[in-house]
Each structure stands twice: as structure tokens, then as C-alpha cells.
Antibody, heavy 120, light 107 residues
């Protein structure tokens, strides 16, 4: 059974870089069948897709974050990571990683989420 | 970007009621629409994809319809576990976008 789990610091200082890792178990991120992505949710607000990628293919970033975000893949550990630079309080959110299944064109498996606060 | 607007934003209903949530897209998205349910402190759960296909394991009281720019999620007979927030999502074009959510509360 495929599972995803986010990990990383729960507190980041303003202007620094937020770095999170998603560890995938029960399946390989390099099987070229699925896309993978990061989604975030500020406290009490809705969902925002940060970006998605397809192993060996393209990465798509939300234009609203594109200048600050990068997603990278670490196949040896079956992980992918998120880096978001120059953070502000507006980046405080629960960050989810998820599998984007191109069959249904939907995020069908999600991690539990990790809360990241931006504060000095 | 394709904007998704859900209505209503808040809905109060009773167990056994039939409820409908609407999602309108700012441009045509064919049937590239999914619905999610989210409970407090939990990740969203996929309910429906391709506008009307029920995800495996989701109760049949949930149904979806629509294409183009207008979509609906219907719960035929509300159960206590259905009180949650519901989101629509489009994947017709990048960036992937979500509606603002509909919070379904117990009357």
C-alpha cells in the first residue's frame, strides 16, 4: 500500500528557505506512471498546488511561487523534496505531498501533512 | 489560471438531507474536475474524479455531474461522517487550482 510522509522543520525564519522532504513507501516514484506534487493549506484557508513533476519529465510550478520554488527528486531514497526561498509569514501553512494519478487526473494519495510556521 | 468558484461557501444541513454543492470554472475544463472531502486536521480525501466517477471505496450516496464550466457534487442522504469541508479541483490546465471550499455543518 502506497504511503507518503512529509518531514522537515516546523519553524522557519523569515527570508530563509523552507525545505521539506516527502518519503514514499510501498511504491517507486521512478516508475514513470504517476506524477507527484506538493500542495499547501494556510491555517483556516483553502488548498494551493505548489507544483508537480513526472519522473524523467517536466516539472510544473504555480506561477505565483515559481520564482521561489524548486522540487527535486532523490530516487535512491525514494524521496522528493520542496525548497521555498525567501519565506514570509504568508508561507505559514500545512504542506502536503501527494500522488497525482494521471488516470483520474486527481491527487489520489496524500501524506498526512506537516505544519510549517514562518516566524522569527 | 482557471478559477474555480464554489457555492455555497457554508451549508447547514441535517442528517438524512440531500445536499448539492456547485463548482463553476472560469473557462471550460471539459470533465477534468475532481471533488475532495477534508475533515479537520486531516489530508483531503478524493471522492470523485473526471466529474462523475466515484473513487474506489467512496459510498454511493456521493455523486458528481457536469462538464465544461458547471459541476455539482450531490450527497443523497447525509450521514454524520459527511460533515466536513469539500473542495473541487481542476486539472485541465496548469496551474492546478482548487475551489475555495464549502463547509458543511450540522444544523
Amino acid at each position: 500500500q502506497l504511503q507518503l510522509k512529509e518531514s522537515g522543520p516546523g519553524l522557519v525564519k523569515p527570508s530563509e528557505t523552507l525545505s521539506l522532504t516527502c518519503t514514499v513507501s510501498g511504491g517507486s516514484i521512478s516508475n514513470n506512471i504517476y506524477y507527484w506534487g506538493w500542495i499547501r493549506q494556510p491555517p483556516g484557508k483553502g488548498l494551493e498546488c505548489i507544483g508537480t513533476f513526472y519522473y524523467g519529465g517536466s516539472t510544473n510550478y504555480n506561477p505565483s511561487l515559481k520564482s521561489r520554488v524548486s522540487i527535486s527528486v532523490h530516487t535512491s531514497n525514494n524521496q522528493f523534496s520542496l525548497n521555498l526561498s525567501s519565506v514570509t509569514a504568508a508561507d505559514t501553512a500545512v504542506y502536503y505531498c501527494a500522488r497525482l494519478n494521471s488516470g483520474p487526473d486527481a491527487f489520489d494519495i496524500w501524506g498526512q501533512g506537516t505544519m510549517v510556521s514562518v516566524s522569527s | 489560471d482557471t478559477q474555480l468558484t464554489q457555492s455555497p461557501s457554508f451549508l447547514s444541513a441535517s442528517v438524512g438531507d440531500r445536499v448539492t454543492i456547485t463548482c463553476r470554472a472560469s473557462q471550460g475544463i471539459s470533465s477534468y474536475l475532481a471533488w475532495y472531502q477534508q475533515k479537520p486536521g486531516k489530508a483531503p480525501k478524493l471522492l470523485i474524479y473526471a466529474a462523475s466517477t466515484l473513487q474506489s471505496g467512496v459510498p454511493s450516496r456521493f455523486s458528481g455531474s457536469g462538464s465544461g464550466t458547471e459541476f455539482t457534487l450531490t450527497i443523497s442522504s447525509l450521514q454524520p461522517e459527511d460533515f466536513a469541508t469539500y473542495y473541487c479541483q481542476q486539472l485541465k490546465s496548469y496551474p492546478i487550482t482548487f475551489g475555495q471550499g464549502t463547509r458543511l455543518e450540522i444544523k
